[in-house]
């Protein structure tokens, strides 16, 4: 089991930046990859991006590319999302989650991240979001 505790939302005039924070407890040497998924309301859950623990490999969702940068900071097993050049359409409730791994949640019950149609991570721990308003 991992705990996962997000920071750093809140609003901004587009055009801004804000970093947001995701800091982890529990078993997180079993933690394969971090990510970031964000969900406005009446919309799907979107994958953000997400980083690989080991090598640092990342990956991006389309509408971010360019824009966002993710990290971190494995001796403080947090991980990090850096929002730049902000829009309107940024705006939702990020949520921050963790894959140890396969078969470390129910079949069926995780949910992945796709690069280019191919899933890179199947997620099933989450934190409790924090929300990001960036206003026209």
């Known amino acids: 089991q991992v705990q996962l505790a997000e920071s750093g939302g809140g609003s901004v005039q587009a055009g801004g930046s804000l970093r947001l924070s995701c800091a982890a407890s529990g078993a997180t040497s079993s933690v394969n990859s971090m990510g970031w998924f964000r969900q406005a309301p009446g919309k799907e859950r979107e994958g953000v991006a997400v980083?690989?623990?080991?090598?640092?490999?990342?990956y991006y969702g389309d509408s971010v590319q360019g824009r966002f940068t993710i990290s971190r900071d494995n001796a403080k097993n947090t991980v990090y999302l850096q929002m730049n050049s902000l829009k309107p359409e940024d705006t939702a409730m990020y949520y921050c989650?963790?894959?140890?791994?396969?078969?470390?949640?129910?079949?069926?019950?995780?949910?992945?991240?796709?690069?280019?149609?191919?899933?890179?991570?199947?997620?099933?721990?989450w934190g409790q979001g924090t929300q990001v308003t960036v206003a026209s």
């Open positions: 980083i690989y623990v080991s090598g640092g490999t990342t």
């Open positions: 989650a963790a894959d140890l791994g396969p078969y470390s949640v129910p079949p069926g019950t995780g949910f992945n991240f796709y690069s280019r149609g191919i899933p890179v991570a199947e997620f099933g721990y």
